[in-house]
T-cell receptor
């Protein structure tokens, strides 16, 4: 997963706190995707962003979740007032143009635990 | 909503045996990708198939895309313990559906020495 950097790798939050997950895409990639994975399940799409634009947020919960990809700096997935059900692994992926033959490059994920 | 179903969910075999994992959908995808995921890590792309009927080989792994671009299979010949992991198929929607991937639920493969 070299190239897509996610931090932190592990994050523990108490119920009601905020969680901020960061993703720096591969150099030259301008498309960022966030996915959520519950234990023993596949990945579920959350949001697709390009620089300064949210392209598709159809997988984002309507409340408490937001994402941004500013002109400078990493993409941020923000979860406000976390609840235990938010505990999951959150993966970021990046691509250049259409993924097509090249696929996506995933980061190593952030494992969020809400206690 | 595009859905991908993987089967089986879990597969346990002895070293040297062959295995096949299936990925099925009622939707058409512009491409179908296979990933392998190790515990504590993100998915790593194994292959992308784009053309209906396409077959790609990667050493002992053979990937096939159905003629109608709705289903795919992954076949591993003479499995080794190093093949143990979670195998995920993912479909990329047709252009109108955007670039997001729809993942199957995964197949956990255990190859015993």
């Amino acid at each position: 997963n070299a190239g897509v950097m996610q931090n932190p790798r592990h994050l523990v939050r108490r119920r009601g706190q905020e969680a901020r997950l960061r993703c720096s895409p591969m150099k030259g990639h301008s498309h960022v995707y966030w996915y959520r994975q519950l234990p023993e399940e596949g990945l579920k799409f959350m949001v697709y962003l390009q620089k300064e634009n949210i392209i598709d947020e159809s997988g984002m919960p309507k409340e408490r979740f937001s994402a941004e990809f500013p002109k400078e700096g990493p993409s941020i997935l923000r979860i406000q007032q976390v609840v235990r059900g938010d505990s999951a692994a959150y993966f970021c992926a990046s691509s250049g143009l259409l993924a097509g033959d090249h696929g996506y490059t995933f980061g190593s994920g952030t494992r969020l635990t809400v206690v | 909503t595009q859905l991908l179903e993987q089967s089986p969910q879990f597969l346990s075999i002895q070293e040297g045996e062959n295995l096949t994992v299936y990925c099925n959908s009622s939707s058409v995808f512009s491409s179908l990708q296979w990933y392998r995921q190790e515990p504590g890590e993100g998915p790593v792309l194994l292959v992308t198939v784009v053309t209906g009927g396409e077959v790609k080989k990667l050493k002992r792994l053979t990937f096939q895309f159905g003629d109608a671009r709705k289903d795919s299979s992954l076949h591993i010949t003479a499995a080794q313990p190093g093949d143990t992991g979670l195998y995920l198929c993912a479909g990329e929607g047709v252009k109108a559906a955007g670039n997001k991937l729809t993942f199957g639920g995964g197949t956990r493969v255990l190859v015993k020495p």
